[in-house]
Each structure stands twice: as C-alpha cells, then as structure tokens.
C-alpha cells in the first residue's frame, strides 16, 4: 500500500435542480446520482483509479448503504480492510441539491451513528504495510494519529475542510496542511482572504502553527500557496461549471498523486488544479473523476 487515507465514507444523492428550492414547496427532478463520497473516501476513489496502491481507514455501518460503499471501492481495486462495518455504526449518508444554473450545491448530512470507542486502525490489516504518504481529513483524530505513530516515514497531507478538533490537532503536525478558505479564515480569525493583507496575516497565522509552507484552496477563486510574504497565486483553469460536487476532494486526492510521485510542488499545485477543473464539468461525486491522462493532457495545453 503507498497511500492510506483516513476519515470520512458516506453514501451521497445527488439531485439536480433548475435553480434553488423554495421553502415549502414542491419540485420535479428528471435525474438523480447515487455513489460514494466523504473527503478522503473521495482521494482514495481517485488514487486507486489511478492505478495507485491505496487504502481507505474508516467507519462505516453494516446496511446497504455500507455495502454500497464497498462494493463501490472494488470496483477500483481499493484496499478496504481497514474499513470498519460494525452492526452498531449507521453509514453516512449526504443529499446534495445542485443548483444547475451555476453549478453550485447544498449539502445536506445524515451523521453517522456510532457506538463505543473512536474508530482506530485494525492493526492486523496493516501488519507488514508501509503507506508512503498519508491523506487525512481531520474525520478520525484517533485512527490518524495511529497512522502517524505507526508510519513516521510516511509524508503526511490534512485536507482542512473547516474548523474541527480533529483538522485543528492536525494542522500543526503534517507536512503538507492544504486548508479551505474556511478554516483559513476561523483559524485566523480574518474576515475574508480578498487581500494581499488579509492573505498575509491567514498565512502568518497558519504558518505560525504549522511550520511550513501553507496551500489554501479558495474554489473558483484561485489556489495560495507559501509562507507570510512568499505567497503565490494558482489562477483556476476556465471551464465551464456545471456541478462543483467533490471538486476539493479530487484536488486533494491529485495533491496526494503529486506528492507520492515526487513532483515539485509547482507541478503538484498545478496538476491538481487542473484534476479539480476537470471535474466540475461532469455531474456527481466519484462521477466527475478525471483520468489520469486526461489531467496529464490539460496540463500539456495549459503549458
């Protein structure tokens, strides 16, 4: 195995609507989208895909939704041995309302049920495995720092999606801390990033805690990438948005591609830009994955 990631799996429906809903009202779809999703479920989907020896760590329920899941990640070759479907945990599940005139979407979370302890790593499964880099979403503190401590080898990447103990804890100890601008912004306490100003003291911030260079992903504005007054500017790739669902997930799964394959991170900043382009144009979760060669050839016409 050379990437195990580590968090969250649910199940998602996407429904596509004409424009946003009314409260109160009643509205006609002509298509839904089922399939598997969760941050780092999402990375694994990707790498595996990919060609990548990968695994997921999480907990999920013993339904159907979990056997969804399952199935769904073997149809990648994706080690699941470390996903834990217990009887007493019920499977996440998320509707999605994408609003089709920008592509825009809500969320809405049934939270996973859990009994007993913290999800931690089975340790048989992982007996003799060495991970090479080590995706977290900040969904398991537990099982993440299991996966530190057992591999200190291991080159590790946090997708800090909003401010939670599991991304605070986390965000001081990885290599690489890849933050929304939401938790950006509660991190540091400033107002919006629209400034070079604002943007220098999110970084200070984020950099103070962490120690090194910070990536913050701000959707279709722009990538940062840097340090306090070393900050560079990724620009988005312009195609046309039809469903923005798991866009992050899929630059942070392609983050993870670079990075295990050594690329500088120029490369790696760019190449997973342009994984995340790719996927806003297609409806759906692990629908709108690209190919490798598909992200490999954007990046060719791009220069």
Not at 128 to 146: N, R, T, Y
Not at 202 to 207: Q, R, T
Request: aromatic fraction near 8%.
């Amino acid at each position: 195995m050379d990437v195990l990631c580590v968090g969250h799996a649910a199940w998602d429906v996407s429904l596509f609507l004409d424009d946003y809903p009314a409260e109160n009202a009643k509205r006609e779809i002509r298509e839904m989208l089922e399939c598997g999703g969760g941050p780092a479920a999402n990375a694994a989907y990707l790498l595996a895909g990919w060609g990548v020896k990968c695994g997921i760590a999480a907990a999920i329920g013993a339904d159907e939704y979990g056997d969804r899941i399952v199935e769904e990640f073997h149809t990648v070759g994706a080690e699941t041995s470390c996903l834990e479907q217990n009887p007493h945990n019920t499977t996440p599940v998320s509707v999605i309302l994408v609003n089709q005139t920008n592509g825009s979407r809500t969320i809405v979370n049934r939270k996973a049920v859990r009994e007993g302890s913290p999800f931690q790593l089975p340790a048989e499964a992982l007996k003799g495995v060495s991970p090479k880099v080590l995706l977290f979403d900040g969904h398991e503190l537990q099982a993440a720092l299991q996966a530190m401590e057992w591999f200190p080898e291991a080159r590790t990447i946090l997708d800090a999606g909003s401010s939670r103990d599991g991304t605070r804890e986390l965000s001081r100890r990885v290599d690489y801390l890849v933050s929304s601008e939401r938790f950006a912004r509660q991190f540091s306490g400033v107002e919006n990033l629209d400034t070079p100003e604002n943007q220098d003291k999110a970084f200070g911030s984020l950099y103070s805690h962490n120690g090194n260079a910070v990536v913050i992903t701000r959707g279709e504005k722009d990538v940062l990438h840097g340090r306090p007054g070393e900050i560079r500017r990724y620009p988005p790739l312009k195609v046309p948005t039809v469903d923005t669902t798991a866009a992050g997930d899929i630059f942070h799964g392609a983050f993870s591609y670079g990075v295990l394959r050594e690329f500088p991170i120029d490369r790696t900043l760019r190449f997973a830009c342009a994984a995340a382009a790719l996927s806003v144009r297609v409806r759906g979760g692990r629908t709108s994955v690209p190919s490798l060669a598909a992200v490999e050839e954007m990046l060719d016409h791009a220069g």
